[in-house]
């Protein structure tokens, strides 16, 4: 009998003293483990969780959910009204309006995170483009209209502004340190206003992902890939780490249904900082370019491979290298393998335009590459992209349609035994590429008229009422035609 209620005794005192041991783990932040032995027997360890391996959501997913928005826009979209049998067989036909395009308002929305407390918040490109108003909802309920102040189809990173002040932010972070396997969240709207604020945790599962749609236009692509769950309605929102710093801007999804099946992808916040900072203070984006058309190693023949006597598959091969070009001028040439830019390491054509885009026309940078079989170093002045005609990059050559131009010396005009012309120094990317322009070709008539400066060329273009019909010789001396819609 005294053996029994010896027993019950020390079960009660052992109970006890493992419910005190919690109450004071929880008072301490420590979390109780249970432990069981080989024998049955069960112990509790305590495991301080703010210094341990246990990823702890709280504090990060409290503080960046307060500068997540809510977006809703409006959009204007035309449709063909259908005609009515009965009224056309009677003559109304088309002077009634039926089979003519018809306007209707459309919803849509997306999410946003406030950057600065004076209102300014990025988002997607995607999520605003085309909206004729735009409304955004606060973590605390607060409703105010909202304007564009300026939109990047190439990264598809948008900002938008409201008129308020001492707004909730989430403090940048640096998503270039960023490694596999760390842990992030997903803060945003998916699928409406009734999920809003929704928190999802993944982890990161790659680095420097592209996506080819097949438009033809040219993006910056090297995503954050992550498995934190993201559906639409969350494109815009906010791609944080453990310490609530952010990280990255939710993008797209991966799916054959439309929603989440696995993987999502974010643009990363050193992209985002760039072209944030130029929407805000000129209103586009003042992108770097180095002039290059560039291949990964890994994609090469493998007779190519064995001749560059490479010790890894990482960097991109240089295809062909743009006259006037900052590549050109740094000395690089096709053959040549770019290694690093500024220290980071190459490992394809992604890496090299999220590198570059953190940029400015005029910024220098150091660019390792391979060639003859030694490792080599050289400078690089960027000159700007060719984005809006007319535009000055820093070696004075003018934008048009992708290409830049240049007058042409006393000296090349005589060469060439030319009175004028203006000469494509660089083709770029975009419609005079599409057309057949060549770097080193000289341009003389623009819609039959004459041109010697390229402030002639983008005149003489804007005044058409149509298409652009160009006639010129190219750097052999042959005759050339071309032409392209406004």
């Known amino acids: 009998?005294?053996?029994?209620?010896?027993?019950?005794?020390?079960?009660?005192?052992?109970?006890?003293?493992?419910?005190?041991?919690?109450?004071?783990?929880?008072?301490?932040?420590?979390?109780?483990?249970?432990?069981e032995g080989e024998n049955g027997s069960v112990e509790y360890r305590t495991v301080n969780?703010?210094?341990?391996?246990?990823?702890?959501?709280?504090?990060?997913?409290?503080?960046?959910?307060?500068?997540?928005?809510?977006?809703?826009?409006?959009?204007?979209q035309t449709a063909r009204r259908s005609i009515d049998p009965f009224e056309y067989f009677f003559g109304f036909g088309d002077g009634y309006g039926f089979g003519q395009p018809q306007?209707?308002?459309?919803?849509?929305?997306?999410?946003?995170?406030?950057?600065?407390?004076?209102?300014?918040?990025?988002?997607?490109?995607?999520?605003?483009?085309?909206?004729?108003?735009?409304?955004?909802?606060?973590?605390?309920?607060?409703?105010?209209?909202?304007?564009?102040?300026?939109?990047?189809?190439?990264?598809?990173?948008?900002?938008?502004?409201v008129d308020a002040q001492n707004l909730p932010t989430i403090p940048m972070g640096d998503s270039d340190q960023l490694r596999l396997g760390e842990w992030v969240l997903a803060i945003g709207s998916p699928l409406g206003e009734?999920?809003?604020?929704?928190?999802?945790?993944?982890?990161?599962?790659?680095?420097?992902?592209?996506?080819?749609?097949?438009?033809?236009?040219?993006?910056?692509?090297s995503f954050i890939q992550t498995d934190a769950a993201v559906n639409p309605g969350n494109s815009g929102g906010a791609l944080v780490n453990k310490k609530g710093e952010l990280v990255g801007i939710n993008t797209a999804i991966v799916s054959q249904t439309g929603s989440y099946t696995g993987y999502s992808f974010a643009v990363p916040v050193n992209i985002v900082k760039r072209v944030a900072s130029d929407l805000i203070d000129f209103g586009s984006v003042k992108r770097a370019m180095l002039g290059i058309t560039m291949q990964p190693v890994s994609t090469?023949?493998?007779?190519?491979?064995e001749d560059l006597k490479l010790?890894?598959?990482?960097?991109v091969y240089i295809v062909e290298v743009s006259k006037g070009s900052a590549a050109e001028e740094a000395g690089l040439k096709q053959g040549d393998v770019i290694l690093a830019i500024d220290g980071q390491k190459i490992t394809d054509g992604a890496s090299v335009q999220e590198k570059v885009n953190n940029y400015h026309p005029g910024d220098k940078a150091v660019v390792t590459y391979f060639r003859d079989g030694k490792e080599l170093t050289t400078e690089v002045t960027f000159h700007a992209a060719a984005s809006?005609?007319?535009?000055?990059?820093?070696?004075?050559?003018?934008?048009?349609?992708g290409?830049?131009?240049?007058?042409?010396?006393?000296?090349?005009?005589?060469?060439?035994?030319?009175?004028?012309?203006?000469?494509?120094?660089?083709?770029?990317?975009?419609?005079m590429a599409q057309a057949g322009a060549t770097s080193g070709s000289v341009i003389l008539y623009v819609n039959d008229e004459p041109v010697s400066k390229p402030e002639d060329v983008i005149a003489k273009a804007k005044k058409a009422q149509r298409g652009i019909y160009i006639e010129g010789v190219d750097a052999n001396g042959q005759t050339f035609y071309y032409g392209f819609g406004k």
């Not at 005192?13 to 929880?26: E, F, P, S």
């Not at 010790?311 to 960097?315: A, E, R, W």
Request: glycine share 10%; net charge neutral.
């Open 311 to 315: 010790n890894s598959m990482n960097g």
């Open 1 to 35: 009998m005294k053996k029994g209620f010896l027993t019950v005794l020390l079960s009660i005192l052992a109970g006890g003293l493992t419910a005190y041991g919690v109450v004071k783990a929880n008072e301490r932040n420590l979390s109780p483990v249970r432990v």
């Open 300 to 305: 090469l023949d493998k007779k190519i491979q």
């Open 103 to 161: 306007s209707r308002e459309a919803k849509g929305s997306g999410s946003g995170v406030i950057i600065r407390p004076d209102g300014y918040i990025v988002t997607n490109n995607h999520v605003v483009s085309g909206a004729t108003k735009i409304t955004v909802t606060t973590n605390d309920n607060q409703k105010f209209d909202a304007t564009v102040v300026g939109t990047d189809p190439a990264t598809d990173v948008a900002i938008i502004k």
């Open 403 to 431: 290409a830049r131009l240049k007058e042409l010396t006393s000296e090349e005009k005589q060469a060439m035994g030319l009175r004028g012309g203006v000469k494509i120094v660089s083709v770029g990317q975009g419609k």
């Open 49 to 76: 969780l703010a210094d341990s391996d246990y990823p702890d959501f709280t504090y990060a997913a409290e503080s960046a959910v307060q500068a997540v928005v809510y977006v809703e826009v409006t959009v204007q």
């Open 388 to 401: 809006q005609n007319g535009e000055v990059d820093v070696d004075g050559s003018v934008a048009f349609y």
């Open 194 to 221: 009734q999920l809003r604020s929704t928190i999802t945790a993944g982890i990161v599962s790659a680095k420097g992902r592209s996506m080819p749609d097949g438009s033809g236009e040219f993006k910056i692509e």
